[in-house]
C-alpha cells in the first residue's frame, strides 16, 4: 500500500511503492528463503532512503524531492525506468503501481481575479505537489478516467482532463515508469529538465 510515512515524504515513498512492485524481491540476498524474508516493503523502504540519500525521514524536506532526486536513487539502485507524459499514459504505457506522476494543487479560480490572485495560485500551484502512482485507465462511454494510488493509502479516480491540468500546470512536469527502460536518464534529458522543469 502507498501511503506517506510523512507530510513531506511522497517522493520516495512512492518510489519505494513502485521498486516493490516493480521487484519485491529487489535487493534481496539470494541465499534467503520466502519463510526469512520479514516485511518486505520496509526493507525495500530503507534501499529507496539509502539510495535517496535520505538519513532521517522525519528531516526530509520537499526541496530534496526532485525527479532528479528520484532519477538518481534509481541509477544507483540499478533499477530501469523510463519517463513517459500524459499521452502516453492515457495510450497504456503506464503500468499499474510502477508509474509515479507528479501533481500539482490547481484549486479553484477566484471569483475575482487580480495580480495578487493568479500569483498566489502560481505559488501555490508549484509548492504544493504530490507524487502519485498508477492504478488503471477506466473507460466509461466516450471518457476515459484514471485510478491513482494516493499517499493517504486510498486510490482515486479522476477525469483524464483534470490529471492533465494537474500534471501540467505547474513548473516541474513528470511522470515515469519503474521497471522499463535505461537506468540511466540521459545527459541532455537531465539538462532539459533542469532548465524547463519538464522531464517529458
Not at 513531506?8 to 521487484?23: E, I, K, R, T
Not at 526532485?66 to 499521452?87: D, G, Q, W, Y
Not at 494537474?166 to 527502460?181: D, K, L, P, W
Request: include cysteine.
Amino acid at each position: 500500500m502507498y501511503k506517506l510515512r510523512t507530510n513531506n515524504s511522497c517522493g520516495p515513498d512512492g518510489l519505494g511503492f513502485a521498486v516493490g512492485n516493480f521487484n519485491p524481491k529487489f535487493g534481496l540476498d539470494p541465499r534467503l528463503n520466502q519463510a526469512q524474508i520479514v516485511n518486505n516493503s520496509e526493507r525495500i523502504q530503507k534501499l529507496v532512503d539509502l539510495a535517496w540519500g535520505i538519513q532521517d525521514i522525519k528531516k526530509f524536506f520537499n526541496l530534496g524531492d526532485t525527479p532528479l532526486n528520484a532519477f538518481s536513487a534509481l541509477e544507483k539502485m540499478k533499477v530501469p525506468h523510463e519517463i513517459i507524459s500524459f499521452r502516453d499514459i492515457l495510450s497504456g504505457r503506464a503500468i499499474k503501481g510502477q508509474t509515479l506522476i507528479l501533481i500539482h494543487n490547481i484549486g479553484k479560480d477566484a471569483e475575482v481575479r487580480s495580480i495578487f490572485t493568479e500569483m498566489a495560485k502560481f505559488i501555490r500551484t508549484n509548492l504544493e505537489e504530490d507524487w502519485i502512482v498508477f492504478e488503471s485507465l477506466v473507460r466509461i462511454g466516450d471518457t476515459v478516467q484514471v485510478r491513482c494510488f494516493f499517499g493517504d493509502g486510498t486510490i482515486k479516480q479522476m477525469r483524464s482532463e483534470t490529471l492533465d491540468k494537474m500534471m501540467n500546470s505547474g513548473i516541474v512536469r513528470c511522470a515515469y515508469v519503474v521497471g522499463r527502460g535505461s537506468h540511466k536518464v540521459s545527459f541532455w534529458a537531465k539538462l532539459w529538465g533542469r532548465i524547463t522543469g519538464k522531464f517529458y
